[in-house]
Structures are given as C-alpha cells and as structure tokens.
C-alpha cells in the first residue's frame, strides 16, 4: 500500500502511481485509511511533497497514530524543491521506525515548485519529475520488488 499527499502539482501523484505500476499497490490517501489498516501490509510507501523541510502534516500525524509494526516494511519517498532526502526525509523516517518499521528504502527527485516569489520567475524545476525522473522511481520499484520476494522466499 502506498499512502501519499501531493497537493502543490501532483507531482508527488506522478512517483506514487509509477512506483504502484510495479508493486501493483494500493493508493491512498492518509485521511482515507486508519492507522490500524495500515499496519497489516506487509510493505507501507509513504509519500508527499516537501512543505518547509517536512512531509505533509496529515501524512506526519498519520504516521504519529500508526500502532508498533513489528516484521513489517517500509519505504519514503517525496519530490522537492530542493530534493535533499537527509533533510526532508529525517522527521517521518524517525516516526517510522521509532514504530519499529523496517526502512527498506528511500526515494527522491526534483518537484515543480511555485511557491511564494518562486512563482513570479515560473517556479523551480518546470517540468519534473519528468521521464527521467518517472524511470528513476521504476527503478528504485523494482528494487523494492526484489526485496519483496526475498523475504517472501
Ligand atoms: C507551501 C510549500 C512549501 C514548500 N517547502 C519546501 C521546502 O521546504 N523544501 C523544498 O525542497 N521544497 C519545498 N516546496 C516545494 C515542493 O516540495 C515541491 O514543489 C513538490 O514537488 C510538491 O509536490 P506535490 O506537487 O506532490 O505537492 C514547497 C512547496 C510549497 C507549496
């Protein structure tokens, strides 16, 4: 299951539908699911926008909510601005596996981002993620895929 929040331009959405391509993931949204549902997937994928060197707040409080998850796994993915996974990545991934998740990967790329004054110079990184981009997130799939069936062996 991927849970995502991609609110500025869908750009996030882009990442979440080509990584779900490949797991054949469910896609939702964190104010469309409880806590305890989560839990009982194998694998969890969450996702979103940077939004002042975060994840988005119901994707964070989500997280917050999430009972100990024990022999599960998950991943984290965001597209940015500025696209520094050290960074953006650090208050969820501490969540995560302060629930005792098992991180088995982390994905980030460029995101088109018109926020404030950046608007008036028709925003940072138009057009990503592009094909390049989309390749990169099908790429880091797959990986999760091997990783998948690994365990499932
Ligand atoms: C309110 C707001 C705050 C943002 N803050 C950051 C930030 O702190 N760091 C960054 O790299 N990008 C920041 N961005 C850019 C977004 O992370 C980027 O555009 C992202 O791709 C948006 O994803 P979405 O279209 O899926 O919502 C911000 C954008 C908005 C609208």
Aim: proline share 5%; charged share 25%.
């Amino acid at each position: 299951m991927i849970i995502y929040v991609s609110i500025h331009h869908g750009n996030t959405e882009k990442i979440a539908k080509a990584i779900s391509s490949i797991l054949g993931a469910r896609l939702v949204k964190p104010w469309e699911i409880q806590p305890d549902e989560v839990v009982e997937y194998k694998l969890a994928g969450f996702g979103s926008g940077i939004y002042y060197w975060r994840h988005h707040t119901a994707l964070i409080r989500l997280a917050e909510k999430l009972p100990p998850a024990p022999g599960k796994m998950a991943f984290i993915f965001s597209t940015a601005g500025i696209p520094l996974k050290m960074i953006n990545h650090r208050a969820l991934k501490k969540i995560l596996v302060g629930k005792r998740y098992r991180l088995i990967g982390e994905f980030t790329c460029r995101g088109w981002d018109t926020n404030g004054v950046l608007a008036r110079i028709g925003g940072l990184n138009k057009g990503h993620p592009n094909e390049k981009d989309l390749e990169k997130a099908v790429k880091f799939a797959l990986r999760l895929k091997r990783i998948l069936e690994e365990k499932n062996n």
